[in-house]
């Protein structure tokens, strides 16, 4: 079966992980992308990321997702905001069934460690059987030979 990777990003951190996957694991890829793009500059998205925690929102999600059933493994790249899973995610486990999909999560975050938002992730594919996740701060070593497990 093949796999996918479905990403957000917003500084191009968690695009370039993602797209380092892709060439390591000759995957499909997707970005995630809002209906309502967030505003430009970290100190302008921080509080409407912010504000999608605090009132528990689902951001519209305008990107349309492959069909599903060809894929068995899904790489999910994230950056951590507040130790947790972007809002955004929600949405596109609300919108699409991963039953039976394992999922496999990275993430880039400026200090963050990616067991902090891995209890979201794991929320959030419930119905998935859900790896270990990465953090990947520019060492592509470390990330090949985490890909590597899944192979």
């Given at each position: 079966?093949?796999?996918?990777?479905?990403?957000?990003?917003?500084?191009g951190n968690t695009?370039?992980?993602?797209?380092?996957?892709?060439?390591?694991?000759?995957?499909?890829?997707?970005?995630?992308?809002?209906?309502?793009?967030?505003?430009?500059?970290?100190?302008?998205y921080v509080p409407v990321a912010q504000n999608e925690f605090e009132q528990r929102l689902h951001p519209e999600i305008k990107t349309m997702l492959p069909d599903l059933n060809k894929?068995?493994?899904?790489?999910?790249?994230?950056?951590?905001?507040?130790?947790?899973?972007p809002m955004i995610f929600y949405s596109l486990?609300?919108?699409?069934?991963?039953?039976?999909?394992?999922?496999?999560?990275?993430?880039t975050t400026g200090g963050s460690n990616v067991n902090e938002s891995?209890?979201?992730v794991r929320e959030l594919a419930a119905t998935s059987k859900v790896t270990d996740g990465f953090r990947y701060n520019n060492n592509?070593?470390?990330?090949?030979?985490?890909?590597?497990q899944f192979d």
């Open positions: 079966m093949a796999k996918l990777i479905i990403y957000f990003s917003l500084s695009k370039r992980a993602a797209q380092k996957i892709q060439v390591l694991t000759g995957a499909d890829i997707v970005s995630l992308e809002p209906q309502v793009p967030y505003p430009v500059g970290y100190s302008n894929y068995d493994t899904i790489y999910l790249g994230y950056p951590t905001w507040n130790g947790r899973v486990f609300d919108k699409y069934d991963f039953s039976n999909k394992t999922i496999v999560p990275f993430t891995m209890p979201y592509d070593t470390q990330l090949k030979e985490f890909i590597e």
